[in-house]
Nanobody, 113 residues
Framework: QVRVVESGGALVQPGGSLRLSCDAF????????MMWYRQPPGKARELVAQ????????DYADSVKGRFTISRDNVESMLYLQMNSLQPKATAVYYC??????WGRGTQVTVSS
């Protein structure tokens, strides 16, 4: 069964860091582009970052460039999102997105003092 499972969300203070993980199952992970999305409270889901199958190419939303880093481990079928200098506007449910419109259940990130 094709699925992805996010983890790592937490409550963090402004200026803090957090690393999200996404575990992929049921498909050849190394063959596919992967993405992170987020959905802030009361807002639409938005693309945060994407990474090519080999990890050589990445792209980011303007709002996170220079602070977030997407990466992957194709041996372990894992996707990551390192988030630094977090601000309250980063509060959202973060989702891993894979092939065939595969979404995880999301992991909550709350940035608050």
């Amino acid at each position: 069964q094709v699925r992805v499972v996010e983890s790592g969300g937490a409550l963090v203070q402004p200026g803090g860091s957090l690393r999200l993980s996404c575990d992929a199952f049921g498909f050849r992970f190394s063959d596919y582009e992967m993405m992170w999305y987020r959905q802030p409270p009361g807002k639409a889901r938005e693309l945060v970052a994407q990474i090519s199958p080999t990890g050589d190419t990445t792209d980011y939303a303007d709002s996170v460039k220079g602070r977030f880093t997407i990466s992957r481990d194709n041996v372990e079928s894992m996707l990551y999102l390192q988030m630094n200098s977090l601000q309250p506007k980063a509060t959202a449910v973060y989702y891993c997105y894979g092939p065939w419109n595969t979404w995880g259940r999301g992991t909550q990130v709350t940035v608050s003092s």
